[in-house]
């Protein structure tokens, strides 16, 4: 059962068309293929997010609150109004300065777990990757927007599936201009009003023993 408890937690802590002519005459033409009209590229919901473009990685490390989530996941849809409050603390891995170390911490049925995770830098400085067990279940982190000491919109896509969600580096809530952004660039992924859920701004989590600890390193 704590088996299955980890899983839950760590998930939701992301034709040839033929045709006949009729001939001259009346007589039925042989079958000819029409020209398959070329392909539009497949635009991922991830593509429309802009980058940011001054991130600096850096300045992003450290302590992040989670304030919005704007998402289609099912666990939120049903579940939405008894989220926990969460927080994200990023730094820069001991292995290797290309990635970052990501510990985030909340509450489920009273107890503070903290799941631990890896996000790979790309050569793009507001992109980054949280490898799966196979390539198909990575999912692509974008810095949408930040100005590293207040706010932070990240995109998370998984499967071609979006989640966004608006970090604060303090529990205080964030201006309304902020606030307008983050709903406006859920907006243009389809995620309107009904799928913004708030997170609870009080009781963090602090330390959690290491029986409530699920590592994720390398993947989970």
């Known amino acids: 059962m704590a088996g299955a408890w980890r899983c839950t937690l760590a998930v939701v802590v992301l034709v040839c068309v033929w045709s006949y002519t009729e001939a001259v005459g009346g007589a039925v ?3 000819r293929p029409q020209r398959r009209p070329p392909k539009k590229p497949k635009v991922e919901p991830i593509d429309v997010a802009q980058p940011a473009s001054n991130v600096d990685i850096q300045r992003m490390t450290g302590t992040w609150y989670l304030l919005i989530t704007a998402s289609k996941c099912s666990f939120l849809i049903n579940h939405g109004t008894k989220v926990e409050p969460t927080v994200m603390t990023l730094t820069f891995s001991s292995e290797s300065d290309q990635k970052l170390s990501v510990s985030t ?9 903290e ?23 990575n999912t692509e982190i974008v810095i949408g927007d930040t ?8 995109y998370y896509q998984k499967r071609g599936k979006i989640t966004m969600k608006l970090y604060s580096r303090s529990v205080d809530s964030l201006s309304e201009p902020i606030l307008s952004k983050f709903e406006q660039l859920a907006e243009k992924q389809g995620l309107g009003l009904a799928y913004l859920f708030p997170f609870p701004t009080y009781s963090h989590c602090g330390d959690v023993d290491q029986d409530h600890v699920i590592n994720c390193v390398p993947t989970c």
């Not at 911490?105 to 777990?113: E, G, I, L, M, V």
């Not at 995770?117 to 799966?132: E, F």
């Not at 100005?147 to 990240?154: E, G, N």
């Open 29 to 31: 033409s042989r079958p």
């Open 105 to 113: 911490k909340t509450r489920h049925n009273h107890q503070c777990w």
């Open 115 to 137: 799941i631990l995770q890896v996000y790979d830098l790309t050569s793009a400085p507001a992109r980054l990757t949280l490898k799966g067990a196979r390539p198909e279940l």
């Open 147 to 154: 100005d590293h000491s207040s706010y932070a919109i990240l």
